[in-house]
């Protein structure tokens, strides 16, 4: 039995769950890229077409929408998915935060480092499976919960809510207008955007990225339809605006 007197010391870092909110993301839009290139390359017909390899019975798909609807469709849902994530890790990280404030007795059997981590592992799942099942917790509340986060970073996870909630349960239309907002990178030579190929820039003027704030209205009733290039810059948001103020409200609360 070890001596109940030695400390075991564990440190739990959430920013464990910004790199798994990262990598998924990442994830997400590369998968929505491979399905565009086809479409423009003219393979996504035939793939979809084509039966699964070793399949005996083949069961035959009508043919495919315009390529417009199915892009449409492919971004909407790369679009749900990515907030999807987002709101798995708002789940993480108010379990994370319970679970800090709460008193904890180790069982007798675990002893050492790793039983302990596996422990407080185990915890931890427990924890966010009733927050992610919570249905009296929506969206919105699970936001509120870091009420001390950039007005901008809050603005933007709302709007995404409610465009998920419009692609999701509303047939793809928006109950009111949505101000769909996000960060967007632009490349900078001295004070002048960078906006296409070849653009000249004033000679001896040095490149840096630069961000600034986009947004537009989509309007109610309107059919929800997100490019390509706007999921570029959601998950920009969501990975390098969004979810590290909630992490860094976190850690304040902590402190």
Known sequence: MADPSAGIEIKLDAGYYSAVLSQRLAGYLADLRAALRSIEDGSYAAKA???RPGAFLHFGLSEPAGTGDIER????????NMVGEL??????MIAFRQLLGRSLALPQTSSTPEAVRDFIGELMEKEYREVASDTRLTNPKKLAAFRDI???ANEAA????????????????????????YGRLKLLAGDTEIVRSGQAAAPGVGLSIGMDHASRII??????????????HVMFTIQALIAPEIHRVLNDGNN
């Open 49 to 51: 077409a084509a039966s």
């Open 73 to 80: 469709r492919l971004c909407n849902r790369c679009f749900v």
């Open 87 to 92: 709101i798995t890790y708002l789940d993480r």
């Open 150 to 152: 950039d007005k901008f």
């Open 158 to 181: 709302l709007a995404y809510f409610s465009v998920r909630r419009a692609l999701e349960h509303r047939d793809g239309r928006a109950d009111s207008d949505i101000n769909f907002r």
């Open 219 to 232: 309007p109610a009733m309107s059919e929800v339809s997100i490019g390509e290039d706007e999921l570029e």
